[in-house]
């Protein structure tokens, strides 16, 4: 069975643009999350989605990112405009039901210079 | 200025023997833990979990131990293998959906 997909794997973009990322959740799942992992801060969550209802944003940094979930079976994370300090690995990762174990992405590493 | 990042603790063990990686969680009403194995470039993946009314649960090689009254969570890894080298997560569910991250431990399997 596939797993999480995540698209692209490696982005790199100069600041200012406006980076978008990608996932597509196991199937079945109904709960979808966005993580961002750094040196400095380990993994946050930014934002989860159930049944592709926003739930609980809290953790999106401001209001240069944007999330959405117009299907069960796709999600962006929208980075606009980049500032260097985003650069980071933003993994999604799904889960079945609202508790439970997430099953993560490969992540996409992102490099805004 | 200089940076700073996360200082990971390292645990360094030989191949053959046993692990034990501790983690200490924040919240008493956490109902649920979870171990995840991160290799280097590629995304968290489950392990094991436990939930709180659980003190023991064993997997294949992985045994996860949970003592509620010092808020403590350990994983054991039995028979430490090179491919086990890479840094464990603990997790904790506070509550409705979200997960809380600790911040890691880096395993490293020296032959």
């Known amino acids: 069975d596939a797993g999480v997909i995540q698209s692209p794997r490696h982005e790199v973009t100069e600041m200012g643009q406006e980076v978008t990322l990608r996932c597509k959740p196991i199937?079945?799942?109904?709960?979808l999350f966005w993580y961002r992992q750094t040196m400095m801060r380990g993994l946050e969550l930014l934002i989860y989605?159930?049944?592709?209802?926003?739930?609980?944003d809290s953790g999106m940094p401001e209001d240069r990112f944007s999330a959405k979930m117009p299907n069960a079976s796709f999600s962006t994370l929208k980075i606009q405009p980049s500032e260097p300090r985003d650069s980071a690995v933003y993994f999604c990762?799904?889960?079945?039901?609202?508790?439970?174990?997430?099953?993560f992405g490969p992540g996409t590493r992102l490099l805004v210079l | 200025g200089e940076s700073v990042g996360l200082h990971l603790p390292t645990l360094s063990v030989q191949e053959g023997d046993n692990s034990i990686i501790n983690c200490a969680y924040s919240n008493s009403a956490s109902d649920y833990f979870i171990w995840y194995k991160q290799e280097s470039g590629k995304g968290p993946q489950f392990i094991i979990d436990?939930?709180?009314?659980?003190d023991k649960r064993q997997g294949q090689r992985v045994t996860v131990l949970l003592n509620k009254t010092v808020k403590h969570l350990s994983l054991q890894i039995a028979a430490t293998q090179p491919g086990d080298s890479a840094v464990y997560f603990c997790a904790e569910n506070k509550g409705g959906s979200k997960l809380t991250f600790g911040t890691g431990t880096r395993l490293q399997v020296t032959l």
């Open positions: 436990i939930r709180s009314n659980m």
């Open positions: 990762a799904s889960r079945i039901g609202e508790t439970g174990s997430q099953y």
């Open positions: 989605f159930n049944n592709n209802v926003p739930i609980d």
């Open positions: 199937s079945g799942h109904n709960s």
